[in-house]
């Protein structure tokens, strides 16, 4: 699913997402998920690996354009999704 934010709105994603990659294609954003103690800020070429089930808020800190996919080993053979490499 592609995710378009403008700077400053925030979308809440849901929760029960767990197994699922959040994938930052251009921009930046910043994620908050219940249960996480975290805060996590992705720019272009990051991603975030969705570990927990609790509600996940994005709120786009500039213009971005987001990427909600399966993870690479939740994916089945087949798909015509490629496998990605995340950036830290």
């Known amino acids: 699913m592609e995710i378009l934010l403008q700077r400053n709105e925030l979308f809440d994603l849901g929760k029960n997402l767990s197994g699922r990659r959040v994938i930052c294609q251009s921009g930046c954003c910043w994620l908050t998920q219940a249960g996480d103690n975290r805060d996590h800020v ?27 996919v399966a993870e690479p080993d939740v994916i089945t053979a087949g798909s015509p999704w490629q496998p990605l490499t995340c950036s830290h």
Do not use: K, P
């Open 42 to 68: 992705l720019r272009s070429g990051d991603c975030f690996d969705i570990s927990l089930r609790g509600q996940l808020l994005i709120t786009a800190t500039e213009n971005c354009r987001l990427l909600l």
